[in-house]
């Protein structure tokens, strides 16, 4: 947990967004962890995912859009990369060890059980193209939100190109495609060995259908090379 309280992380933020964050005492401490972990660009994909998903539960009229859901949607959101970060690397895929730390933190705040494994399904699958969508909607949504925040087409099928471009001036990108598909592979070229060539090993870490491990065979096959990991 950062020494820094909660209400010096939300000061942080442009001051038209802070009434948006969910005034419930584990999104507070939610935003601190995410705030900790991450890097900003990171961090600012993680804010611009919980607007984008509000955005579209409530352009949906979706049960999601109330009140009293919306700190569940925020803990989601906002903790979705958390496994990507050096404080909460394990042996798990980024994914897994990021639900695991989101759905402890919510129990720690006293939220259900049911609750806390509705926050872990949507951080665990929020990589998993074809399965999130058809869970539940509380993972459909996240996983929708995710993708809306990198994909102009998605954002041009749900009509979100004017919120997302006006989001964006406030939380900025900062490349957040390169930071985090390199955190990723980072993470998959060192736990559980070394990498040094085109076979690896089926880790727990990258498994070789899942994002880090798609992520990691496009990283060694162009070791040098310094943009955005073309699988990204």
Not at 70 to 79: D, K, Q, R, Y
Not at 110 to 116: E, H, V, Y
Not at 191 to 219: N, Q
Request: glycine share 4%; hydrophobic share 40%; net charge negative.
């Amino acid at each position: 947990m950062s020494d820094q309280s909660s209400d010096s992380i939300r000061s942080r933020l442009p001051p038209d967004l802070r009434p948006q964050i969910p005034d419930h005492a584990a999104c507070q401490t939610a935003l601190s962890l995410a705030a900790d972990a991450l890097p900003e660009p990171i961090f600012n994909h993680s804010v611009r995912v919980y607007l984008l998903a509000r955005w579209l539960a409530i352009k949906e009229a979706s049960d999601w859009a109330r009140p009293d859901k919306l700190p569940l949607l925020f803990a989601a959101c906002i903790c979705h990369d958390l496994g990507a970060s050096d404080n909460y690397n394990g042996r798990q895929r980024f994914e897994v060890e990021g639900a695991d730390a989101a759905s402890e933190h919510c129990a720690s705040h006293g939220l259900s059980t049911d609750d806390c494994h509705k926050v872990w399904c949507a951080i665990a699958l929020h990589t998993s193209a074809g399965i999130a969508e058809r869970i539940d909607p509380f993972t459909r949504l996240v996983r929708v939100a995710v993708k809306l925040d990198f994909s102009p087409t998605m954002q041009h099928t749900y009509g979100a190109q004017e919120y997302a471009a006006e989001i964006e001036l406030l939380l900025p990108r900062l490349n957040v495609e390169k930071v985090l598909a390199d955190a990723v592979v980072k993470q998959a070229t060192k736990i559980p060995e070394k990498v040094d060539s085109m076979t690896w090993p089926d880790s727990e870490k990258h498994p070789k259908a899942s994002w880090p491990g798609i992520l990691l065979r496009a990283h060694l096959e162009n070791s040098s090379y310094e943009g955005v990991n073309p699988a990204f």
